[in-house]
C-alpha cells in the first residue's frame, strides 16, 4: 500500500541544535516533495519544494535533501530558535498527478531553550 | 498571512445538515484546493479547481461536492452531515502545476 511516514513522536531538541525531521515514503514515484509549516489550529504554510532530480535545496537555515533510491526526504533545521516549534509536514506529488498534494501526518518539533 | 481567505471561520451544525464553506484564492491564482484535516487522518486532499474546471480528485465523498466561479472563488458544500465529518477544512490555492500552495486560516465545522 502507499504510505508516507514521518516520526509521530514529537521531536525534542535544545536551541541551537540542528533538528532533522524525516519522510518516508513507500509506493510513490514522486515528482516533486515539499515542506510546510503548521502551528496550531492554522493553515500550513510552504517552506521548501525539491525535484525529483534535485539531490539538496536550501534557504536560510533549512535544508532538505532528496533521495529517491532510499525513497526518503530530510528536513534539517540549523540553529534551532523555540520559535520554530511547530509541527512540519511533508508532502509529495506523483509524475503522472502533479496537482494532487499527498501529505504526511506531520511530526511534532519543540525547541527548548 | 497568506492572501487566501475562509469563511466561516467556526461553523456549528447538526448531522443531517448542509453548509457551505467559501474560499477566495489569492490575487492571480487559478487553482483552489480543498483538504480535510481531522486528528486521526491528517490532512486529506479532497479536490482541485483550475480556472473554473475540476483538475484532480482525491479521496471526497459523493456527499460533498466543490465548485470554482468566473471570479475564481470556490464552494465547498458538505450535505447529509455525519459526526465524523467535524474537521478543520483547508482551502489552498497556487498560480498551478508544480508549485507551493498557499492555504487560508481554514474553517472549523463541528457536527454534534
Known amino acids: 500500500s502507499q504510505k508516507i511516514e514521518q516520526n509521530s513522536e514529537a521531536l525534542n531538541i535544545q536551541e541551537g541544535k540542528t533538528a532533522t525531521l524525516t519522510c518516508n515514503y513507500t509506493?510513490?514515484?514522486?515528482?516533486?516533495l515539499q515542506w510546510y509549516r503548521q502551528d496550531p489550529g492554522r493553515g500550513p504554510v510552504f517552506l521548501l519544494l525539491?525535484?525529483?532530480?534535485?539531490k539538496e535545496k536550501r534557504k536560510e537555515r533549512l535544508k532538505v535533501t532528496f533521495d529517491t533510491t532510499l525513497k526518503q526526504s530530510l528536513f534539517h533545521i540549523t540553529a534551532s530558535q523555540p520559535a520554530d516549534s511547530a509541527t512540519y509536514l511533508c508532502?509529495?506529488?506523483?509524475?503522472?498527478?502533479?496537482?494532487?498534494?499527498?501529505f504526511g501526518t506531520g511530526t511534532r518539533l519543540q525547541v527548548f531553550p | 498571512d497568506s492572501g487566501v481567505t475562509q469563511t466561516p471561520k467556526h461553523l456549528i451544525t447538526a448531522t443531517g445538515q448542509r453548509v457551505t464553506l467559501r474560499c477566495s484564492p489569492r490575487?492571480?491564482?487559478?487553482?483552489v484546493y480543498w483538504y480535510q484535516q481531522s486528528l486521526d487522518q491528517g490532512l486529506q486532499f479532497l479536490i482541485q479547481?483550475?480556472?473554473?474546471?475540476?483538475?484532480a480528485k482525491g479521496n471526497i465523498l459523493e456527499r460533498f461536492s466543490a465548485q470554482q466561479f468566473p471570479d475564481l472563488h470556490s464552494e465547498l458544500n458538505l450535505s447529509s452531515l455525519e459526526l465524523g465529518d467535524s474537521a478543520l477544512y483547508f482551502c489552498?490555492?497556487?498560480?498551478?502545476?508544480?508549485?507551493?500552495?498557499?492555504f487560508g486560516p481554514g474553517t472549523r465545522l463541528t457536527v454534534l
Open positions: 489552498a490555492s497556487s498560480v498551478g502545476g508544480l508549485n507551493e500552495q498557499f
Open positions: 509506493n510513490y514515484s514522486p515528482a516533486y
Open positions: 525539491i525535484r525529483e532530480n534535485e
Open positions: 508532502a509529495l506529488s506523483q509524475m503522472y498527478n502533479t496537482d494532487k498534494l499527498i
Open positions: 490575487s492571480g491564482d487559478l487553482s
Open positions: 479547481y483550475y480556472n473554473g474546471e475540476e483538475r
